[in-house]
């Protein structure tokens, strides 16, 4: 299969320009809510699920050129930091927990009619030996 050579670097460029002009445009932070979603344990031989309660995050110090952000905490813990996978019309934000337990948080492009960024946050841990895994679904606006 020959793929014109023309075709692919006219795709890069406006794949180069697509992604230069977002970064110029996207916020560095976000504070975001989570108000709906399941959780699932593992127990007994098998995974029950219930309604987590709603969480909130905040996301600060985007460097989408260096794929870093930092993980605002409660008061009087430290800042946790997020490693940044950019994809098309979302970022993804990655959290790897001192047990090496991980959280991911998608913030997808903002809402046209809403004005809101949509979102969906994981939780990949375990206590006590068990799994414990939750999703979520909300919003962030900018900060």
Request: net charge negative.
């Amino acid at each position: 299969m020959h793929i014109n050579r023309t075709v692919v670097l006219c795709a890069a460029l406006i794949a180069f320009m697509a992604g230069a002009g977002r970064a110029e445009n996207e916020p560095t932070g976000y504070a975001c809510t989570f108000d709906m979603g399941t959780a699932w344990t593992f127990e007994d031989g098998a995974f029950e699920s219930k309604a987590p309660e709603p969480i909130s995050l905040t996301i600060a110090d985007i460097d989408l050129e260096r794929q870093t952000a930092q993980l605002v905490p409660e008061a009087g813990k430290v800042p946790g930091a997020l490693k940044i996978v950019r994809a098309i019309n979302a970022n993804h934000f990655l959290e790897v927990v001192n047990e090496g337990f991980l959280n991911l948080t998608t913030i997808y492009d903002k809402d046209a009619a809403s004005g809101a960024y949509p979102a969906v946050h994981s939780r990949h841990f375990g206590v006590l030996g068990q799994p414990v895994v939750a999703q979520y679904a909300g919003t962030c606006t900018a900060k």
